[in-house]
């Protein structure tokens, strides 16, 4: 499992004192409250930054960093992916899982039949649907719910369906 979550972009810059604009991965933006550090990847490189201050605009976090007072200091940093130790995210319900969890999973019919691995996941209010494409390229789109799920292991990278009818044509 990956040691940091995803939890958002920085975008733009906003305003004049070094404000950031964050478009956020997370279903829940307000948990930026409760943070107190995050992790700014860039290049490859991975930075500790306290955070000073958290606003809401409209669907976006605008973060205000430690040191970072003007916009010229915030400049640098657009463009960066936001992370949190996994330790620090919160705690999911019983059988939901983190997006980055399931990519690339496999993905397997109850009589063991090997469909491909998650390429995608979406939302569609109701449920998630999850991207399936095997080896040749041919995509199946699983619904999130219970009666077509029926197994998830992390640690082991596999997921175990059952297909409804018309899912697998």
Known sequence: MKEYLEIGQIVNT?????FLKIVPYTDDPRRFDKLKTIYLEKNGKVEEVRIEEVKYHKNL???KLENVCSIEEAEKYK????????????KLPQNSYFIVDLLGIDVYTEDNRHLGK?????????????????ELGKQILLPAIKSVIHKVDIENKKMTVSLMEGLEK
């Open 14 to 18: 906003y305003g004049i004192k070094g």
């Open 79 to 90: 463009n960066s992916i936001l992370k949190i130790k996994r330790e620090d995210a919160i």
């Open 61 to 63: 976090v605008l973060l």
């Open 118 to 134: 998650i390429v995608d996941i979406f939302p569609t209010g109701s449920n998630d649907v999850y991207v399936v494409k095997n």
